[in-house]
């Protein structure tokens, strides 16, 4: 707690550190410890000065399944007595191996805003009706754009076969209902900059020259060779490409902003797969 009575609060990413800023509102003063869109998450060196802010925390929110291990070597040498952890993975039941990328999953992001909010009770009872407020303001009103254009996606190209750089895009594509064809291992291999297997490149190469996918998806933030390659390729045959990014951007976005953007331009490439 801090002097002036603001919880403070420290996310190790700031999608869900936004989040978390929208439920505090006013009572909640909430510090993303990784906040550039060209910093990779997985492979963050923490600073002297991120190991302060934890340290000084009442609560910590970590994305957990393997996506930030600096986190919690941060959050074990700086502890605080009765400091609440979030882990996101813990939450929604997913253990390292498993896809990390949960704010992807409009039913994870749901439970950790049920769970963000739980917490500021336990931390600030006083509080309580304040946060319940703001959970349902944030529900009803924030995250209205980002519900209906879900909805709609979902209704109008359920089934569309898509394809994809990375398994980021995984969680999404269940939700809207799209049949995501990239094989799995080549999805998991790029997220994690591993190099994918030759059998799972033909395959890729093969399903954009076919045209077996109507729309390509890309995360912008780590095109490597082969996405690149891939890409240009999906354009050059008139795959209509849409891209995603892992973290806030712009960086001055809130959270239903920036999905809300990538749902649009999904939305439109998929329309335009349609008239094909």
């Excluded at 890409?231 to 973290?247: C, K, L, S, Y």
């Amino acid at each position: 707690m801090a002097p002036n009575g603001v919880l403070q609060v420290v996310a190790a990413e700031n999608f869900w550190g936004n989040i978390a800023s929208q439920l505090g509102g006013s009572r909640v003063h909430v510090t993303s410890v990784i906040t550039s869109p060209a910093t990779d998450p997985h492979d963050y060196e923490p600073t002297a000065a991120d190991a302060r802010t934890i340290a000084g925390a009442p609560m910590v929110i970590a994305n957990g399944i393997g996506y930030d291990p600096w986190a919690q070597k941060l959050i074990a040498a700086n502890p605080v007595p009765g400091r609440i952890v979030l882990n996101v993975g813990d939450l929604v039941g997913i253990k390292p191996g498993g896809n990390p990328h949960r704010w992807y999953s409009p039913t994870s992001v749901q439970q950790v805003i049920d769970a963000i909010v739980q917490d500021y009770g336990k931390l600030e009872p006083k509080n309580g009706n304040y946060f319940a407020q703001q959970k349902t303001r944030f529900e009803t009103k924030g995250l209205a754009q980002y519900k209906r254009l879900i909805a709609t996606i979902r209704r109008k190209y359920h089934g569309v076969p898509v394809g994809a750089s990375e398994s980021i895009f995984a969680p999404l594509a269940q939700t809207l209902g799209l049949k995501l064809v990239t094989p799995p291992s080549f999805l998991k291999a790029i997220s994690e900059g591993a190099e994918p297997t030759a059998a799972d490149k033909t395959t890729v190469d093969r399903q954009i020259a076919d045209g077996k996918i109507k729309v390509w998806v890309f995360n912008s933030q780590n095109s490597t060779p082969d996405v690149k390659r891939i890409t240009d390729a999906a354009r050059q045959r008139g795959i209509p490409v849409t891209t995603i990014t892992e973290t806030l951007v712009p960086v001055s976005a809130t959270f239903q902003q920036w999905q809300s953007h990538q749902l649009q331009a999904l939305a439109g490439a998929l329309a335009q797969a349609k008239v094909r």
